[in-house]
T-cell receptor
Framework: DAGVTQSPTHLIKTRGQHVTLRCSPI?????VSWYQQVLGQGPQFIFQ???????GRGNFPDRFSARQFPNYSSELNVNALLLGDSALYLC????????????FGEGSRLTVL | AQSVTQPDIHITVSEGASLELRCNYS??????LFWYVQSPGQGLQLLLK??????LVQGIKGFEAEFKRSQSSFNLRKPSVHWSDAAEYFC???????????FGTGTRLQVTL
């Protein structure tokens, strides 16, 4: 069975641009979460979606948005990119049993110049 | 505030030696606890998890962790380290009210031959 897949794996943007990152969860998982991992730090929670509804949001500015589609895949959008948005963006899926157990993808490495 | 602390930023051990990585949590109630491993440029792989019950939990790749309520700790151990264990290790905690995993800052493990 395929795990969590993310695209693109690497991308380079310039300040002020916007970016869209995509994620497909494990088959059967209805919950998708997004995390930002800055170099040298632990992942920080951005969003959680379940059944296309936002269930949680971390301490990130409104430039960050996300959505979940009927097939449970998800997009993370970041507008007006800043240098500080350079990070590894991780998507994770879960079966929403309420245990917090997450299965992570390989991530999308975003570099903002 | 709810938090996860990994006191050791960097640990070096010789191949074949034992390993213990420390993790402490600060929560009002006992959260669900996890250890993840991350190889360079990769996503996070779940090593083991603690929900309740037996305080010594076994994981993949020969790792185990012991939950100690009195010390608010969930330390990761391995009896004999292999060179392939060199990676970044993250402890994480989950409570249902927050709908998110809270990660520690990570411990980088270096293995010398």
């Amino acid at each position: 069975d395929a795990g969590v897949t993310q695209s693109p794996t690497h991308l380079i943007k310039t300040r002020g641009q916007h970016v869209t990152l995509r994620c497909s969860p494990i088959s059967g998982h209805k919950s998708v979460s997004w995390y930002q991992q800055v170099l040298g730090q632990g992942p920080q929670f951005i969003f959680q979606y379940y059944e296309k509804e936002e269930r949680g949001r971390g301490n990130f500015p409104d430039r960050f948005s996300a959505r979940q589609f009927p097939n449970y895949s998800s997009e993370l959008n970041v507008n007006a990119l800043l240098l500080g948005d350079s990070a590894l963006y991780l998507c994770a899926s879960s079966d929403n049993r309420g245990t917090g157990e997450l299965f992570f993808g390989e991530g999308s490495r975003l570099t903002v110049l | 505030a709810q938090s996860v602390t990994q006191p050791d930023i960097h640990i070096t051990v010789s191949e074949g030696a034992s390993l213990e990585l420390r993790c402490n949590y600060s929560y009002g109630a006992t959260p669900y606890l996890f250890w993840y491993v991350q190889s360079p440029g990769q996503g996070l792989q779940l090593l083991l998890k603690y929900f309740s019950g037996d305080t010594l939990v076994q994981g993949i790749k020969g790792f185990e962790a012991e939950f100690k309520r009195s010390q608010s700790s969930f330390n990761l151990r391995k009896p004999s380290v292999h060179w392939s264990d060199a990676a970044e290790y993250f402890c994480a905690a989950y409570t249902g009210t927050a709908s998110k995993l809270t990660f520690g800052t990570g411990t980088r493990l270096q293995v010398t031959l």
